[in-house]
């Protein structure tokens, strides 16, 4: 990964644990900063009820399901059965580049998480 894609998920990551802190998840960090273990399973911020992995600017290729089901897979190596992190839902959230030229709108901050793990959250 070159330094300019490195400093992105750096700074997307950053930005999403400030907002998270803002909505009330005062503990909110980066896994980098936080934990090596979350990190180690694709989990970009820690501290919130939810498993977050976060992709900035162009992801060519990205494929969300590959994604979360990779998260499923080192959480399952990584932590206990009864962890809480196997109860908490799985999301990817895409912060997009708009494009040269484009204002950003609010499709170009994508969140991805699967149907079941939806159905729970809206339970």
């Not at 400030?18 to 980098?32: H, N, P």
């Not at 494929?63 to 932590?79: H, Q, S, T, V």
Request: charged letters at 35%; hydrophobic letters at 30%.
């Amino acid at each position: 990964m070159s330094n300019t894609n490195r400093t992105k998920g750096h700074k997307a990551e950053t930005y999403y644990a400030k907002i998270f802190r803002e909505l009330g998840y005062d503990k909110c960090v980066t896994s980098r900063y936080g934990s090596r273990q979350h990190d180690d399973c694709a989990i970009d911020l820690i501290n919130i009820p939810i498993n977050v992995q976060v992709k900035a600017g162009k992801q060519r290729g990205m494929n969300p399901g590959l994604i979360l089901r990779e998260m499923d897979k080192r959480l399952a190596e990584a932590f206990p059965e009864d962890a809480k992190e196997h109860n908490q839902p799985n999301i990817v959230i895409h912060k997009k580049e708009p494009g040269k030229g484009n204002k950003r709108d609010k499709y170009d901050e994508i969140v991805t998480m699967s149907f079941e793990d939806y159905i729970e959250l809206i339970r």
